[in-house]
């Protein structure tokens, strides 16, 4: 069993070089870190930032957050590397790849895409877990009722990702699932 370490929250094998990228972005500034297979997170930076060491797939995270808050991207291609994750937190992440750039779902809907309502609270959870936010889009699951909940880089961040897409929709703070 290999050993691991606590980076930024976030448990990765020591002989793993995690590599990194700092985007100063609307929402503040983020920590892209990846391995030599693809992206391993994005964090919400609180406190020191981390010195940059880039590499392939930071640069090309950099390159593609600029382009989603510029208003000129509205999808991600780029390698994720998700190794360490449960099989179904990935199946849910791939399920959330999949919602259209500016709307939304409820937890019920990603489970229902599950393929059993029943999972609604694992699908919740995992949702939350999402250690690449904004590229895997866990920001566009909301509430059945409408209601902005749970994001981890908080729900006022939530409601900018969302306005950025969608600023029509969500300009008045009106919030509302897309049937």
């Known amino acids: 069993m290999k050993k691991s370490a606590l980076y930024l929250n976030i448990e990765v094998p020591q002989s793993e070089t995690i590599y990194i990228e700092i985007y100063k972005s609307m929402i503040g500034d983020l920590c892209i870190g990846a391995s030599d297979l693809g992206l391993r997170y994005i964090k919400l930076i609180k406190g020191k930032t981390p010195e940059p060491i880039p590499n392939e797939h930071t640069s090309r995270a950099l390159m593609q957050l600029?382009?989603?808050?510029?208003?000129?991207?509205?999808?991600?291609?780029?390698?994720?590397?998700?190794?360490?994750?449960?099989?179904?937190?990935?199946?849910?992440?791939?399920?959330?790849?999949?919602?259209?750039?500016?709307?939304?779902?409820?937890?019920?809907?990603?489970?229902?895409?599950?393929?059993?309502?029943?999972?609604?609270?694992?699908?919740?959870?995992?949702?939350?877990?999402?250690?690449?936010?904004?590229?895997?889009?866990?920001?566009?699951?909301?509430?059945?009722?409408?209601?902005?909940?749970?994001?981890?880089?908080?729900?006022?961040?939530?409601?900018?990702?969302?306005?950025?897409?969608?600023?029509?929709?969500?300009?008045d703070n009106q919030i509302s699932l897309d049937l």
């Open 66 to 171: 600029t382009e989603y808050f510029s208003g000129e991207r509205n999808e991600f291609n780029l390698d994720l590397d998700l190794n360490g994750y449960t099989n179904f937190s990935v199946r849910v992440w791939q399920k959330l790849k999949n919602i259209p750039y500016g709307k939304t779902i409820s937890y019920f809907q990603l489970a229902k895409e599950m393929g059993d309502v029943k999972c609604i609270r694992a699908a919740a959870s995992a949702n939350g877990r999402n250690p690449i936010p904004i590229i895997i889009p866990c920001h566009r699951v909301i509430g059945s009722d409408g209601s902005l909940t749970g994001f981890a880089l908080g729900l006022d961040i939530k409601r900018q990702l969302l306005t950025l897409e969608n600023p029509t929709k969500y300009k």
